[in-house]
């Protein structure tokens, strides 16, 4: 019996044991902070950004630049698990393409260079005389295509192709209505199935768009009904709360960026201007834009940090999600 309680024992402490490193673990991920903080600047000539998160052990380094491409490494402990170099072009097969230009020539290029130049005029010669054969045009192709030569219209000629173009329309005109008046001529018969295959496509058309319409009336009376219940207005008015205290806690806590921002026309500057100021409270802290109403340029530089909490996000998201109005609302909506 005392060995069973030992047995029972060692084992009650080892689950006691791995309960606490869960919690440890749980509690470690909860509150401890990720850290991130990045800086550089953007101009059109010259892009650099540097990056760098932390969180315990684990550190992310990242650097972009716009000659050298993207360059990341993470570390674990003093340990580098993952390294990437992307410099901007590699792999583009140029370098080969330089390589097949600057070959030189095979030895017998010079003799077959020749042998071409010297061959050069009898051929020439020949090529020239069949093509005068094949271009002379016949006498008939000369009456009926011309000889290719422009030549300046007359009055007289230009008045009587300007006739017969009229005449032609008109022709055309009259074959048109006398082949749109023949079936109502011969063929009354035709021309009633033919109207009543119309009308009946008309009204099928008909009932599917009254059909569709009232789906659409019974949905959106759906959708007033659910925004009308009382757990609904409660749980739209959490849901935007919870978003914006998640986003407070996701922006930046410390941070400097000048911004520098011209879009070529006072008019469109001032009014991206008026747009943002609508966000001040948002980033009047960090974030300092002095416009430019005459040229055309956009230009960052500045540094910003901020740390993440798991816990301040997760714990107030599962307490919206555990409402029972929320559950109610949830619910509801996946029945609409």
Known sequence: MAVVLMILKILGIILLCIL??????????LLVPVRYRAEGGYSEEKTAVHLKVRWMIVRVFGDFTKEDGLTMKAK??????????????????????????????????????????GNAPATAEGDAGNAAEAETPSEEDTQIFGDGKPEKETKEEKKARKQREKEEKKRLKEEAANAAAAPLEGEVVDEEDSGGAVRDKLDQTRDKIGSTMDKIAVKRNHIEQFLAKPFTKKTIERGKKLLIKIFKHLKPKKGHVDLTLGLGSAADTGMILGKAA?????????LFITPDFYYKRIEAEGEVKGRIRLGALAMPALIFYLRKDTRRTIKLAKKI
């Not at 993952?82 to 583009?92: D, L, V």
């Not at 393409?97 to 030895?107: D, F, K, M, R």
């Open 278 to 286: 609508m966000f001040y409270p948002l980033y009047g802290k960090w």
């Open 76 to 117: 674990v402990a003093w340990f580098t698990v993952y390294s990437m170099n992307a410099k901007k072009g590699e792999g583009t097969g140029q370098d080969h393409l330089i390589e097949t230009e600057s070959q030189p020539p095979p030895e017998n290029a010079p003799a077959t260079a020749e042998a071409d130049v």
């Open 20 to 29: 606490g490193l869960l919690i440890l673990i749980i509690t470690l991920v």
